[in-house]
């Protein structure tokens, strides 16, 4: 089995792959689940029904924000998914579970600055906060070119 990343995802098209990350979120739907998982690289959602696969809907529903887990499934294109590919999960082993008495405190709702910069080290695992660090990387080591180009060190 390949393990990609999720930033691979459209070059295994039709093709069975294993991701390993961290919950990001889970909906439910009746008897299917889409839990959306990322990794340093970015967000896939996933799709799991209970009828075509109990062990993996079982060991996904309840699970807690930003647990972490190996998923294996088949990559296929879904334009109203995020990144415009999705997985149909087949596996999944539970890595970590967060507790819930003491769940993962940066949630999908807006908190105020005080806690967010007590929480540094988890804020920067959110979307934007991980984007505005990628560009600041791109834009020094962009500078860093220039300058190494120009002789000046």
């Known amino acids: 089995m390949t393990t990609i990343t999720i930033e691979q995802a459209g070059k ?12 990001y979120n ?14 340093g690289t970015g967000v896939i959602q996933g799709v ?3 009828k075509e696969n109990p062990e993996a809907f079982a060991a996904l529903k309840g699970l807690t924000q930003e647990s972490s887990a190996i998923v294996t499934g088949k ?3 879904e334009q109203r998914a ?5 997985m ?13 008495e003491k769940p993962y405190p940066i949630q999908l709702k807006d908190h105020g600055v005080d806690f967010l910069l007590d ?4 804020w920067i695992r959110t979307p934007r906060q991980a984007a505005i660090l990628r560009i600041r990387a791109e834009a020094i080591r962009a500078a860093r070119e220039f300058m190494d180009g120009q002789g000046i060190r």
């Open 75 to 77: 990559i296929r294109a």
């Open 48 to 50: 799991v029904s209970l």
């Open 88 to 100: 149909g999960v087949t596996g999944v082993k539970v890595l970590q579970k967060v507790s819930e």
């Open 12 to 23: 295994y098209d039709g093709q069975e792959v294993t991701i390993q990350g961290w919950l």
């Open 82 to 86: 995020p990144g415009g590919f999705e």
């Open 26 to 39: 889970l909906r439910e739907s009746g008897k299917l689940l889409f839990p959306i998982f990322r990794d």
């Open 119 to 122: 929480q540094r080290h988890l």
